[in-house]
């Protein structure tokens, strides 16, 4: 029994301090600066009475001690620490006003990439790098790509997108930025008059297209239907010339025969009257009589 009470009096021990001390043991250790964790993509800047003590941009476990000194122990009271993001970032900004060379006025969409490159310039060099930075691209849009031709500010991207980034990469390295890749991503018409207008001639343009389109398809059409026409025509004229001619040879080889030619016309005789539909009454030879009496038996006008 007492093995027991002992047992479960050192777990109860273990418990609290496990659960109980050791997370409080780390926040002191956290409060009083003994250590700090670094995460992945972030960077770490200390500074005692408006001066700068240490910066940590590599992730992991620091023991502040063994970076910043005895300082470590009351930078927490007196001091401040920043953390900033080093991650790369992106930002859009919509329709810039510009104009082009021909006074149409135009809005123009530029995306880019930034990051934090010196974390020192970014935090004591500008109260507000990002707001500075956006502000700068757009002045940069306006200022290097008004008065553009309007074929080349619709077509050629990638050139304005390069003039763009040189003119702003100069000024974000002071501001503790690196530029990474600017692009034109849209470039439209603000006024919607002419747009309208553009619209109309486009649509006009495509009717008249399909109506050329349509009008030389007709023309193909009838050009075929004629000559093929033409044609049916000579062939016709050429068979109904050779016609007689080869009817004229076909007779004169049968008239070479007497009982060929006899049996033909024979034949074609009785052709004649089969689809005449006459009446026809047979009369044996011999009897003429039987003839006559037939003839006066027809009625007048049968």
């Not at 240490?54 to 009271?77: D, K, M, V």
């Not at 619709?154 to 040189?166: D, F, G, I, P």
């Not at 000559?227 to 050429?238: G, L, N, S, V």
């Not at 049996?263 to 006459?278: H, K, R, Y």
């Amino acid at each position: 029994m007492r093995d027991l009470t002992l047992f479960m009096m050192s777990a109860g021990i273990t418990f609290i301090f496990c659960f109980v001390m050791v997370p409080f043991i780390i926040g002191l250790g956290q409060l009083f600066g003994l250590y700090t964790i670094v995460r992945e993509g972030t960077c770490h800047v200390y500074t005692l009475f408006g001066n700068v003590v240490g910066i940590l941009n590599e992730p992991g476990l620091h023991i502040l001690p063994s970076t910043l000194g005895l300082s470590a122990l009351i930078i927490n009271f007196f001091g401040r620490r920043y953390v900033l993001d080093m991650r790369l970032d992106q930002c859009y900004l919509r329709s810039q006003p510009v104009n082009s060379e021909e006074g149409a006025p135009m809005g123009i969409g530029a995306w880019y990439e930034m990051k934090i490159s010196d974390p020192m310039s970014y935090l004591f060099k500008n109260a507000d790098p990002q707001g500075s930075l956006a502000a700068n691209v757009s002045n940069a849009v306006v200022r290097t790509l008004s008065n553009l031709p309007l074929a080349e500010m619709l077509e050629n991207r990638h050139a304005m997108s390069q003039t763009v980034r040189a003119e702003v990469s100069p000024k974000s390295m002071e501001w503790g930025y690196q530029l990474g890749s600017v692009y034109i991503r849209k470039v439209h018409f603000r006024d919607i008059g002419m747009i309208r207008q553009i619209e109309a001639k486009v649509v006009n343009r495509l009717r008249q297209v399909t109506s050329a389109i349509k009008q030389d398809g007709a023309n193909q059409v009838s050009i075929i239907t004629s000559t093929a026409e033409r044609q049916a025509a000579i062939e016709f004229a050429k068979a109904q010339a050779i016609r007689p001619r080869i009817l004229g040879q076909a007779l004169n080889r049968i008239g070479t025969d007497p009982e060929v030619s006899e049996a033909l016309f024979s034949i074609l005789e009785m052709q004649n009257i089969t689809e005449s539909q006459a009446r026809v009454t047979f009369v044996p030879a011999g009897k003429p009589l039987l003839a006559d009496l037939l003839v006066a038996e027809e009625k007048p006008g049968s």
